[in-house]
């Protein structure tokens, strides 16, 4: 298995129909509650000690500031779950810089913690940025090795906050633009008021109104937007 295999383009699991995920800068939706972690993204090589945080919600649009990272950077992305005492050292002779990504569920486990000192201490060492994405900040994370705790109480943190209405607007055009879908704006301003404000109910929405036109053989209309909503009060 190569060191870093080539991630997947990120999908969210509500939506994976087989349709690509437009994933570069230029798609990323910038919001109040974005645009300080897309600014902290843009300052690097500026950041402190070399490492950056991104906490959020999830599918709230981490893994795409990590990719934009990564092609501005060189960056390679690792899950955490490939890191242990036995493959850091082919990580620290790798000589890229890191995205990492899953660390928070790991902590606990006694090899990946000291794994993931040991790479850090590394990757600033030589030079080389580390970005870490979870749903908390590192300083929360439930980590056991003393000696990670405090390198990590000390890591820049940006955090995308939960969506205003200009961002889950934004957010349904492009699902359902990724979908080479057209989604008309009386469609949306239906949905705005009755939904819980979140990304990962803006996806599912989304998926369930593309299932149902796809059932009915039809477009996404507003009739689709209703069905979905009795649903969701049966």
């Keep these: 298995m190569p060191l870093f295999p080539e991630p997947p383009q990120p999908r969210q699991r509500v939506l994976d129909f087989g349709h690509d995920v437009a994933s570069g800068r230029a798609d990323f939706l910038v919001s109040r509650a974005n645009e300080t972690a897309l600014a902290w993204v843009d300052r690097w090589p500026d950041w402190p000690g070399g490492a950056l945080a991104i906490e959020g919600l999830p599918n709230s649009g981490k893994s ?56 850090y201490n590394a990757m600033r060492a030589t030079g080389r940025s580390l970005l870490l994405i979870g749903t908390q900040a590192p300083a929360r994370w439930p980590v056991h090795l003393a000696d990670l705790a405090s390198r990590l109480a000390t890591v820049q943190v940006t955090r995308i906050d939960p969506p205003d209405d200009r961002l889950l607007e934004a957010l349904f055009y492009k699902l359902f633009s990724d979908r080479q879908l057209t989604l008309a704006p009386e469609i949306v301003a239906y949905i705005l008021p009755r939904m819980e404000r979140s990304f ?35």
């Design 64 to 119: 795409h500031l990590a990719r934009i990272w990564r092609a501005r950077s060189g960056a390679k992305i690792l899950s955490a779950g490939r890191l242990d005492a036995e493959s850091l050292p082919g990580y620290v002779a790798a000589g890229f810089s890191l995205v990492l990504e899953d660390a928070q569920a790991r902590c606990g486990d006694p090899n990946f913690e000291e794994s993931l000192f040991h790479l």
């Design 200 to 234: 990962t109910a803006a996806q599912a929405i989304a998926a369930r109104m593309d299932e149902i036109a796809l059932e009915r053989k039809a477009p996404v209309t507003l009739a689709t937007a209703r069905a979905v909503f009795n649903d969701l009060r049966d």
